[in-house]
């Protein structure tokens, strides 16, 4: 058992330190929002991760869970600190550092025994040197400290089962020992470990979140050509990733991702590769890809109403940048929409998690949590997010409210020879209609 404390109480941070205190061990989060740590420790869940508050119920009531401002105590508490703060992009690309170097600062000047601090944000290449001369500058006694990089490979929305299941866990330190018993701390998840040094686990993390990005856009990029030629992106996708070399993950064709990683980490790797004077082409255009695929899908939108979206009524389902998650940051819902206003359409929009948070960022568009009442009148029913409970739509009810029935479906949910049947004219991405 380990005394364990967990700095920002971000996604990353709760999820970590829920899952932490859930195999045993005593762990204390630490925020500096005095509002945030009073609600977490009501049970009050900033965040909607299915399961999340339940583990934080439980684990508190255990005695194993607690939250702070206190960041000297925790500190002062714990063997083993997990940095978990956020990594924000700054206008020039690069990453905004401020958080990272402020905790350590604190924490630097709180260390009363030897620590392992655990890095676990996405951050730069040469993050963990940096750390170490931080806590170096910082100390007011020289007092002994490790440092292990140990990025975080959960998804939103599945983020406990991610953790309780991982694919692999890597470590990368320059100290054996320290890195010997974080691998310990994680061997009750499983998981194949990757022990590296500190620059190479850093990179990992960018590595994974920008091939995925390459993925999508590939496939993005192969669902257009589909369009030209006359085929079917699915297919081609199936096809492909029945080879095992491919994998048929991430070859999902449509508007693209979003979300607080994919573009963040896209960018920051590019950034990252240029201040080391490289560039990193297949990189730029990934990036390039996925904003272009954003506006062909609008250019599609106003097509299938026949060229013209003004003062058209357009219904749009799903708002977060993926299902399972209330998450809207860079979400393409939000730039379809703004585009859709842009060419004058009044649209409504339907999101089961993200619907109030949404008509805060969308001036002039009613977001709702009814999919049918958002759908009365429309002349066009956009699919934004691939929602489960979507899929269970029916189809009749849906006919009698809308005043055209049209679909143009940016997720591919549904087989267009079913909505044909069902009386829709359906638009989807690199399929034929
Ligand atoms: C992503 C990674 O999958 C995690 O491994 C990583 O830990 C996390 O970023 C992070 O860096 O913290 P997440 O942002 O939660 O996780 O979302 P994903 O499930 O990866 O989806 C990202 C976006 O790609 C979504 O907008 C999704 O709709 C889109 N996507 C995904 C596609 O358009 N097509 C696909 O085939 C798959």
Redesign the pocket.
């Known amino acids: 058992m380990e005394r364990i404390a967990v700095i920002g109480t971000g996604y ?1 941070g709760l999820v970590t330190g829920c899952c932490y205190a859930e195999i045993g061990h005593e762990v204390i989060c630490v925020d500096i929002d005095p509002d945030k740590v009073r609600r977490l420790s009501l049970g009050e869940i900033p965040i909607y991760e299915p399961g999340l508050g339940e583990l934080a119920a439980s684990n508190q009531a255990a005695g194993r869970l607690s939250f702070t401002t206190d960041l000297a105590r925790a500190v002062q508490d714990s063997s083993i600190i997990f940095i978990a703060v956020g990594t924000p992009t700054l206008e020039n690309g690069e990453v905004d550092m401020q958080q990272v170097r402020g905790a350590v600062e604190t924490l630097a000047r709180q260390m009363n025994d030897y620590k392992i601090i655990v890095m676990k944000s ?1 951050v730069p290449v040469g993050t963990s040197r940096r750390i170490r001369q931080w806590m170096e500058e910082g100390q007011q006694r020289p007092v002994p400290f490790s440092v292990v990089s140990n990025p ?6 599945t983020a406990i089962h991610d953790t309780f299941h991982p694919d692999r866990v890597v470590i990368g330190s320059d100290d054996a020992d320290a890195a010997l018993r974080v691998e310990r701390l994680q061997a009750a998840f499983g998981g194949e470990v990757v022990r590296t040094d500190p620059e190479s686990a850093e990179l990992i ?1 960018y590595a ?2 920008a091939f ?1 990005a390459a ?2 856009s590939f ?1 993005n990029e192969m669902a257009n050509v589909c369009e030209k030629v006359g085929a079917d992106v699915s297919l081609v996708a199936r096809g492909m990733g029945l080879d095992n070399r491919i994998g048929p ?4 064709a ?1 508007i ?7 573009p963040k ?1 896209t960018r920051a790797q590019l950034k990252i590769a240029q201040n080391a004077d490289y560039d990193f082409r297949i990189l730029r255009a990934v990036i390039e890809v996925n904003t272009l695929q954003r506006e062909r899908f609008v250019e599609k939108v106003t097509a299938a109403l026949g060229g013209n979206a003004t003062g058209r009524s357009i219904t749009v389902w799903g708002l977060a ?2 299902p399972n998650t209330d998450d809207l940051r860079d979400a ?1 819902a939000l730039d379809i929409i703004r585009a859709l206003q842009e060419r004058g359409a009044v649209v409504t929009a339907y999101d089961p998690a993200a619907a109030s948070k949404a008509s805060a960022l969308l001036p002039g568009v009613r977001c709702l949590t009814d999919p049918y009442e958002a759908a009365e009148n429309a002349e066009a029913v956009v699919i934004a997010t691939d929602w489960e409970d979507l899929r269970r739509i029916d189809f009749d009810r849906l006919r009698s409210l809308v005043r055209k029935p049209l679909i143009i479906d940016g997720r591919n949910m549904f087989a267009p020879a079913e909505m044909a049947e069902k009386g829709f004219t359906y638009v989807s991405v690199g399929r034929p209609a």
């Open positions: 990353v996405t975080e490979f959960l998804r939103e929305g993390k994974s979140n995925l993925k999508i496939i993950k991430f070859l999902q449509g693209g991702y979003g979300g607080s990683c994919f980490d940048f993926k393409p």
